[in-house]
C-alpha cells in the first residue's frame, strides 16, 4: 500500500526515467495543453483513464467524481467543479469528443442501489447521497427491472453513464457544439474484473469495444 513516501519514490522513477525519455514532450506541453477528448470518470482508484486508454500526458483532459456522473446544466446553489471542467474543455480547449466512463464494481453505484445513505449527515455519508441522488430516477427504473443484486448494479453502472450523457446535453454550450457535428459524447464501462471495456452503441446496447 502506497503512503506518501512512496509516492515521492515513484516521483524519482518516474522522474529519471519516463520524465527524461520524453523531455521534448514534457517541454511542449510547458507551452500549453490540446487535448482533443475529455473523460469524466470515476474517483475510483482501480480506475486511472490514462493507463485504461494508454494515452500520454497532454492527450486526455480529465475530471474524476464519485460514479462519473455529470449534474445538469444550472446556474444557482453551490459550487461546480464539474460544470467548471466541462465549460473549460469545451469552450476554452474545443475538445472535440467527451467520454463517460464508467466501471464495474463501482461503490457510489452500489450505494445508490442500496439507498442507504439517504438520511446520513454530512462526514457520515450525506456528502455522497446527496452526489449520488443524480442517479435517483434511474435507480427507480433499475430495481424495477433488475433488482438490486449483481444485475441490478451492473444495470445501473451503465444506466449512470446514460444519466451523465444525457445530463450534457442540457449544457448550451454542450448542445450546440453536439448539433453543429463539432463534438461527439461515448459512453463507455470498464469491467475491473476481467478488464474489458463496453462502448455505448447509440442509446442502446453496451458492446464489446
Same mark, same amino acid.
Given at each position: 500500500?502506497?503512503?506518501?513516501?512512496?509516492?515521492?519514490?515513484?516521483?524519482?522513477?518516474?522522474?529519471?526515467?519516463?520524465?527524461?525519455?520524453?523531455?521534448?514532450?514534457?517541454?511542449?506541453?510547458?507551452?500549453?495543453?490540446?487535448?482533443?477528448?475529455?473523460?469524466?470518470?470515476?474517483?475510483?482508484?482501480?480506475?486511472?483513464?490514462?493507463?485504461?486508454?494508454?494515452?500520454?500526458?497532454?492527450?486526455?483532459?480529465?475530471?474524476?467524481?464519485?460514479?462519473?456522473?455529470?449534474?445538469?446544466?444550472?446556474?444557482?446553489?453551490?459550487?461546480? +467543479? @464539474?460544470?467548471?471542467? #466541462?465549460?473549460?474543455?469545451? !469552450?476554452?480547449?474545443? =475538445?472535440? /469528443?467527451? &467520454?463517460?466512463? *464508467?466501471?464495474?464494481?463501482?461503490?457510489?453505484?452500489?450505494?445508490?442501489?442500496?439507498?442507504?445513505?439517504?438520511?446520513?449527515?454530512?462526514?457520515?455519508?450525506?456528502?455522497?447521497?446527496?452526489?449520488?441522488?443524480?442517479?435517483?430516477?434511474?435507480?427507480?427504473?433499475?430495481?424495477?427491472?433488475?433488482?438490486?443484486?449483481?444485475?441490478?448494479?451492473?444495470?445501473?453502472?451503465?444506466? +449512470? @453513464?446514460?444519466?451523465? #450523457?444525457?445530463?450534457?446535453? !442540457?449544457?448550451?454550450? =454542450?448542445? /450546440?457544439? &453536439?448539433?453543429? *457535428?463539432?463534438?461527439?459524447?461515448?459512453?463507455?464501462?470498464?469491467?475491473?474484473?476481467?478488464?474489458?471495456?463496453?462502448?455505448?452503441?447509440?442509446?442502446?446496447?453496451?458492446?464489446?469495444?
Amino acid at each position: 500500500m502506497s503512503n506518501f513516501s512512496d509516492l515521492i519514490d515513484g516521483y524519482y522513477r518516474f522522474r529519471g526515467t519516463e520524465w527524461l525519455e520524453e523531455r521534448e514532450r514534457w517541454a511542449e506541453l510547458a507551452e500549453g495543453q490540446s487535448p482533443r477528448v475529455m473523460v469524466i470518470a470515476c474517483s475510483d482508484s482501480r480506475v486511472e483513464p490514462a493507463t485504461i486508454f494508454g494515452s500520454r500526458p497532454g492527450e486526455i483532459f480529465v475530471v474524476r467524481n464519485v460514479a462519473n456522473l455529470v449534474p445538469p446544466f444550472e446556474t444557482g446553489g453551490g459550487l461546480h +467543479g @464539474v460544470s467548471a471542467a #466541462l465549460e473549460f474543455a469545451v !469552450t476554452v480547449l474545443k =475538445v472535440s /469528443e467527451i &467520454v463517460v466512463l *464508467g466501471h464495474g464494481a463501482c461503490g457510489g453505484v452500489k450505494a445508490a442501489l442500496a439507498g442507504n445513505l439517504k438520511d446520513a449527515a454530512p462526514g457520515e455519508g450525506g456528502f455522497v447521497a446527496s452526489w449520488i441522488s443524480l442517479l435517483d430516477e434511474a435507480r427507480e427504473k433499475v430495481i424495477a427491472a433488475h433488482g438490486q443484486g449483481e444485475e441490478g448494479q451492473t444495470a445501473l453502472e451503465q444506466e +449512470g @453513464v446514460r444519466t451523465s #450523457l444525457k445530463n450534457l446535453m !442540457t449544457f448550451p454550450f =454542450v448542445k /450546440e457544439r &453536439v448539433e453543429a *457535428g463539432e463534438l461527439q459524447l461515448h459512453g463507455a464501462v470498464f469491467a475491473i474484473k476481467d478488464g474489458k471495456l463496453r462502448v455505448l452503441e447509440g442509446d442502446d446496447r453496451f458492446e464489446p469495444a
